[in-house]
């Protein structure tokens, strides 16, 4: 399954008629971000446990760079290209955090943020 389709199935969970597309991106960055914190904080949970935590955080991050990327995307060109490069950073710290050298936080507090701007209406 492709980046595009994992996004599309993880949205079409969501009842349009309860939420606008903001607010349910909203609410899957609030789903990885939970899930992420929740297994760093278990001292007992499993280095593959917390690989699979990571790699959902880079896909959502993947399909949410291949989403701004598209050109029928109507943010502005600067906040296209924001994102695009703070996922690039997703993808090479998340790498450093897999291979110890790096603390997942930051993932945690970027993913919180970008909830809060979606939140909030600021598309």
């Known amino acids: 399954m492709g980046h595009a389709q994992t996004a599309a199935s993880a949205y079409a969970s969501l009842d349009p008629s309860l939420t606008t597309p903001g607010r349910g991106e909203a609410m899957v960055f609030a789903k990885v971000t939970r899930r992420l914190e929740a297994v760093f904080a278990d001292e007992t949970s499993s280095y593959e ?3 699979a935590a990571l790699h959902d955080n880079r896909r959502l991050w993947m399909a949410a760079a291949s989403a701004v990327a598209d050109d029928s995307n109507e943010l502005s060109d600067t906040l296209r290209a924001g ?3 703070l996922a ?3 993808d090479r710290h998340t790498s450093a955090v897999l291979g ?3 603390d997942p936080k930051i993932l945690f507090e970027i993913n919180r943020r970008v909830a809060g701007g979606l939140s909030a209406g600021a598309r």
């Open 100 to 102: 110890g050298s790096s």
């Open 88 to 90: 690039g950073f997703v």
């Open 49 to 51: 446990t917390r690989v």
């Open 83 to 85: 994102l695009i490069s």
